[in-house]
């Protein structure tokens, strides 16, 4: 287990928003653009494939997607609470032997990380500081399908975002958020031979799932 560095994002998502989005998540489902990428994923199919949810929180995804036929899930996480709750989850759904728990930053243990028919990334390039390097990593990663959702380049998102990380440095939380370049998010997963497949926005948040082409192998 490596978590250099996790202690940003234990600031920002630590027990009590753990305990929140699995109390909203039981009650309502997943929310709006989770619920876009899960729809997209299935339309690809997702029956016997292995997963790796990266930034997975209390594994929402991989929840999901294990009911529907998925055979196993990697969950990888920065934070002990989110892991805790997805544990319990899991547990309670019926699945806990099918998914195998990672604390710790994805690029600092991706190299331990076996490879997943499907690769997901639900809000969480735009937590990242180096966007090159996460999705260049987690992309190559990716067997079949590539899901991400992740914020478009609005004015007000940016704003908002900006607000955000004001209020935070105010606060001494060191956690920040990013709006990428969703042109250098695409580039990124192009170089690893991932191409789009569909690409659904909402006003803030683009849900895109990429395939891979067929005679483009898996990079290291």
Known sequence: M????????QSQFGDR?????LKRYRKRGPDKTTRMLLDALKEEGVAGAS???VGAGIGIVHHELL??????AIHVDATAP????????A???GHAGRVTFLRGDFVMLASQIQAADVVTLDRVIC?????QVLVSQSASHARRLYGAVFPRERWMVRAVVALGNFARRMTGNSFRSYVHPVCGIDAALQRQGLRARTVRDTFAW???VYSRVSNVSLSS
């Open 2 to 9: 490596s978590c250099c560095g996790c202690e940003s994002y």
């Open 127 to 131: 937590c990242y500081p180096d966007m």
């Open 82 to 89: 989110h892991i805790r709750v997805a544990e319990e989850e």
């Open 51 to 53: 997963l790796l949810d």
């Open 206 to 208: 683009r849900v895109a």
């Open 67 to 72: 009911a529907v036929g998925a055979k196993k």
């Open 91 to 93: 547990a309670r759904r």
């Open 17 to 21: 928003h753990a305990v929140r989005d």
